[in-house]
């Protein structure tokens, strides 16, 4: 991410010492790591808060491997949904999770392109004065 390297590392580490000097470097790792600690703390607690309030919630993980991948969370919840409406069955039959299904209504949400004839049909017919 930042493309730092061992050599970088050790140029950072040397520029510490430099400033705070051997003496002070042991009493400011100590107050640094006490702060990590804390916050490490305060994390815990409000994910615990947050995971209280709202069970249904991902783990971590999962939220941290959706939001590196959102293309693979879109097809999971594609392949969740097309799963869900691909066995339709007849009237009066029960479906995938139990409840009776019925057939959708209404336009389908995504349309086919019209065929290579269907174009060059409307191309070449005059448009239809009745239509207005």
Excluded: C, Y
Excluded at 17 to 26: S, Y
Excluded at 66 to 83: F, G, K, T, V
Excluded at 85 to 112: A, F, M, Q
Aim: aromatic share 2%.
């Amino acid at each position: 991410m930042f493309g730092v390297n061992p050599i970088k590392i050790m140029i950072i580490v040397v520029v510490i010492l430099l400033l705070l000097g051997p003496d002070k470097l042991p009493e400011v790792a100590h107050k640094l790591g006490t702060s990590w600690r804390a916050m490490k703390r305060l994390q815990e607690r409000v994910e615990s808060e947050v995971r209280e309030a709202l069970p249904d919630l991902p783990s971590t993980g999962d939220i941290a491997r959706m939001a590196r991948s959102p293309i693979n969370l879109l097809n999971q919840l594609a392949d969740q949904a097309e799963a869900r409406d691909s066995p339709v069955p007849g009237p009066g039959l029960t479906g995938p999770i139990g409840v009776e299904s019925v057939p959708p209504s209404g336009p389908p949400l995504l349309r086919p392109p019209p065929s290579r004839s269907t174009q060059r049909a409307d191309r070449a017919a005059p448009p239809d004065p009745s239509m207005n």
